[in-house]
Nanobody, 127 residues
Framework: QVQLVESGGGLVQAGGSLRLSCVGS????????MAWFRQAPGKEREFVAA????????YYADSVKGRFTISRDNAKNTMYLQMNSLKPEDTAVYFC????????????????????WGQGTQVTVSS
């Protein structure tokens, strides 16, 4: 049973930066495709970014492309989301998710592809 714990959220002004972390335990971290999703108040959870097991493939939602960077360090069982040029519309609870053990898959943007989820970390961007 894989457990995921996010950290790094907080309050930041528009234009600022944050780095989220997701630490995994209970499984072989390098065997899992990983992703970040977010859920804003009153909205459905949406895909943000995904990364393959070896970091060879990375995918981003159009809304964050060029501003966010997903990465992972398998030796540390940790995935990251570097968020730059933050906007008020980035305000949400951010969740990390793991798929597998398996490759990232073609439907990396679907919640249903992921079988393990963290509890989320709040990111608030003030204008």
């Amino acid at each position: 049973q894989v457990q995921l714990v996010e950290s790094g959220g907080g309050l930041v002004q528009a234009g600022g930066s944050l780095r989220l972390s997701c630490v995994g335990s209970g499984g072989t971290f390098s065997m899992y495709g990983m992703a970040w999703f977010r859920q804003a108040p009153g909205k459905e959870r949406e895909f943000v970014a995904a990364i393959s097991r070896s970091s060879g493939s990375r995918y981003y939602a159009d809304s964050v492309k060029g501003r966010f960077t997903i990465s992972r360090d398998n030796a540390k069982n940790t995935m990251y989301l570097q968020m730059n040029s933050l906007k008020p519309e980035d305000t949400a609870v951010y969740f990390c998710a793991a798929r597998g053990p398996s490759y990232i898959g073609s439907y990396y943007y679907r919640e249903s592809e992921y079988n393990y989820w963290g509890q989320g970390t709040q990111v608030t961007v003030s204008s």
